[in-house]
């Protein structure tokens, strides 16, 4: 199956996404505050961009039903996935509130352009591709850890954890299994082509999802980020001076 194949190219990936120090210090129960500020400011920025993303791929739709999954897509993010980021914001004694406003930092920002790109390309065999490391991999992080008791009584991420590894209450698949199968059945009615763009499209994403961690852990933002705010403040100076010329 194309999802099988999909998987066992991206099994290195996983796997050191598995022993990043982030991920590892989520088990133990011991990251460092910084770390969990960064990866907040930067997950709600980048969640709030797949919204966006979401609904461009609605556009790009004719099917109700595949309409009604980034539908829901984009109601689980507005409704449900600010629980995880809480408990992040408990652990470091922040307001939550006070960490939505950042700008995307580099990695986020490269993340944020290749989804958009995988949109553009009107496959959604690729849009999906491109979609699918996220839940996937936040769902076998989870698995892996609750496997190793990880969730216990002493681990103040055990909420995280168990958000991310509990199967729907329904009865049905988790998610990222849903989307495999979707992507299988699109697969079989696919050109060659097509598959290798999505190949393509979900093993960089994996990818970035380790960047994603490896950048919070690190707080890896723009080296002259305070050059970028300077070059903002001026263009607004000079958009207004010109806006009352007229």
């Known amino acids: ?10 099994r290195p990936i996983l796997e050191e996404i598995y022993h990043h120090p982030f991920v590892t210090g989520i ?18 920025r980048y969640l709030t961009e797949f ?4 609904a461009n791929a609605i556009i790009k ?9 980034f539908s829901d897509a984009i109601n689980f993010i507005l409704n449900n996935e600010s629980f ?14 006070k960490l939505q406003h950042a700008d995307p930092a ?6 944020k352009s290749h989804m958009h790109q995988a949109v553009d390309t009107g496959s959604l065999l690729t849009v999906l591709a491109a979609f699918q490391p996220c839940p996937w991999t936040y769902t076998e992080i989870a698995k892996k850890q609750i496997s190793e008791g990880a969730n216990n009584q002493r681990n103040p991420f055990t909420p995280w954890i168990n958000f991310y590894g509990e199967s729907s209450d329904d ?11 979707w992507m299988d059945r699109l697969a079989a009615r696919s050109s060659d082509k097509e598959k290798n763009q999505a190949r393509d499209f979900f093993l960089k994403s994996c990818e970035l999802e380790w960047q994603f961690w490896e950048e919070a852990y690190y707080q ?16 607004i100076k000079w958009s207004n001076s010109n806006i009352q010329k007229f």
């Open 27 to 44: 088990a133990k129960g011991q990251v460092a505050k910084k770390a969990l500020i960064f990866y907040v400011e930067q997950d709600y």
């Open 171 to 181: 009865g049905n698949e988790p998610l990222a299994n849903q989307i495999f199968l």
């Open 61 to 69: 739709l004719d099917s109700r039903q595949d309409m009604a999954f």
């Open 220 to 235: 890896q933002d723009w080296r002259f980020k305070k050059s970028h705010s300077t070059a903002s403040g001026d263009f």
């Open 51 to 54: 919204i966006k993303i979401y």
């Open 84 to 97: 995880p980021h809480q408990v992040f914001c408990q652990i470091a004694d922040v307001d939550y509130k």
């Open 106 to 111: 580099p990695k986020a920002y490269l993340y």
């Open 1 to 10: 199956m194309f999802s099988d194949d999909l998987k066992k190219m991206a």
